[in-house]
């Protein structure tokens, strides 16, 4: 891994920019993450663009308009109170998006040094450590996600947070994994001989190495944390109106299927599109990064 | 004491203090929450004076650490306090609701089991053939179509518009209806449980049986002449069938959620939907009662399952495999 001639930090440095360089092209030479990516891009384009592009306000009510037909002034037609199904279902990604996003960060941010610390120092801290998240992994995700909106109320920034809580254990593993693997080799036991402080060691030395399951892992992550979102939101128990969310309109969408289908299916196909692009993209990204763990994964 | 009862003893204390833990942090609920129980019950009648009364009357004067005993010796001799919402004993309520949901979780494991195992057989059999394609394809839209989704499509299609074949929701007990009428409520629900989780499983049962169909024994099970009927369904299924155990396991996890899910979709009365109405309506003696109950029963389906492996596969050593 690391020829210790030209100086660790410049040989650090070209690998990781060469890794990344490959792995770029590699990438979208993958069948999985093209499609992947072909699929998510438009979809979060149009979601950050909402505000230029949607065609009517979102929360204003066309009285008389109530459930059109697709077509017309209303493009994909008009739910119960009349809104536009078109500007609802693009603001809808907007929560779906920073969800997903934002609860995969933080549980990067709280899992990655996690994983670090318990692997690199192992012996007491270790065993504390996986003690703690082997008992949050014992309960199943949405029942951990249900008592943590339980404990703070139901809003978005309350899903994120109990989101991020189910995934931290499951991206610390596998960091903790990757780094007991890495910590074997001769360049940490170099950096250890240099007197390098355990902080460097582990975010110098060792997360450069381990970036790669790291970011399969949180690719997959992220369309599951927009997946368990969405079925917060649809119990109720996340976005809360009259903020448009695919979740919260499926689950009202519901009580009106005998006046329109439209109204349950395009929520619908956004959402699966956007989870289907990210386990395409996440599954193309493990093939690509990390091809010997080809282990299944869920929430 | 040999080493496969000292591993099962150590496992059965590790549950034994995850379900201590998830206890305490659990109960910690009654106490963080923004205004206590009390007020909660009282509602507009939460004056001062009233408040102080009830506190008294529902012990919650004590140190929380009393409290805490009181509520866990509660628990475990089946007194689980009375619901705030639905004014009924907790247990009551949790028994009936729960046995509506075993049907439910029990009856789509097997359907998922059914289902997936000689689909993801016929996918590695004839891998890389058209219908492998539409084995996978039709899993890989399983695990990324929400179960709010696929269950609200099957109403659209089989209990309102298009043809009203099944009730849209709801529930009628066995001893009311009849069995017809009974299993008239549990079609959609069960398959939409189904669909949602034979993804997994197909795609590993696939994988592990086409490592399994390349392996030398297969082959020697072939150059004996035996007609690959036989190879694969009494030489191959046996061996590439093992990880498939734990999985299901895991499954049961994905029930869970599956499960509260469909019931609010299908609006059918059973413990997901209490725990739902719970966490809307902060019925605190219920969430607790229905967290506890789930998660216990989801670590010991995990540990069954692990047994279950190590018990069929003999090469796995106890001692060092412990986690």
Known sequence: MGSQHTGRRSTAENALRDRLKNGLCEVFANRRCAIGIAI??????????APVIAPHNPTETHMGAQFAAPGGEFLLGTDHLGRDLLSRVLY????????GFAAAGVSMLVGVPLGLASGYLGGRIDEGVMRLLDMLLSIPSLLLALLIVALLGSSLLNAVLAIAVVYTPRIARVVRSSTLAVKQEEFIKAAEARGESRVYICFGEILPNI??????????????????????SFLGLGTQPPTPDWGYM??????HLWSTTWYWLWPSLWLGLTVFGCNLLGDGLQDVLDPQSHVSKRP | MNSFHRYLLKRLVYVLLNLVGLSVVVF???VVLPGNAAETILGRYATPENVATLERELGLHRPHHVQYLDWVAGFVTGDWGTS???????FDLVVTRGIRSAYLAVISLVAIVAVSIPAGIIAAVYSESTLDAGITGLAYVGISV???????????LFAGPVWSVFPAGGYTPLSAGGPVEWASHLVLPVITLTFLSIAHLVRLTRTEMIETLQSEYVRTAR???????TVVLKHAVRNGLLPTVTLLAMNVGYLVGGVVVVEEVFAYPGLGRLLVGAVLHRDIPVLQATVLLVAGIYMFANLGADLLYTYFDPRISYGSSAR
């Open chain 1, 40 to 49: 998510l891009a438009p979809i979060v384009f149009t979601t950050v663009l």
């Open chain 1, 92 to 99: 809808g990604g907007r929560s779906s998006l920073v969800l």
């Open chain 1, 211 to 232: 970036l790669s399951p790291i970011i399969v892992e949180g690719s997959i992550r992220i369309g599951f944390a927009i997946l368990i979102g969405a079925s917060l």
């Open chain 1, 250 to 255: 499926i689950s009202i969408a519901r009580d």
């Open chain 2, 28 to 30: 910690c609920i009654t």
């Open chain 2, 84 to 90: 705030f919402r639905h004014n009924r004993p907790v």
């Open chain 2, 146 to 156: 929400p179960e709010f989704v696929t269950g609200t499509g099957l109403l659209v």
């Open chain 2, 223 to 229: 150059l004996k002449g035996l007609d690959e009927r």
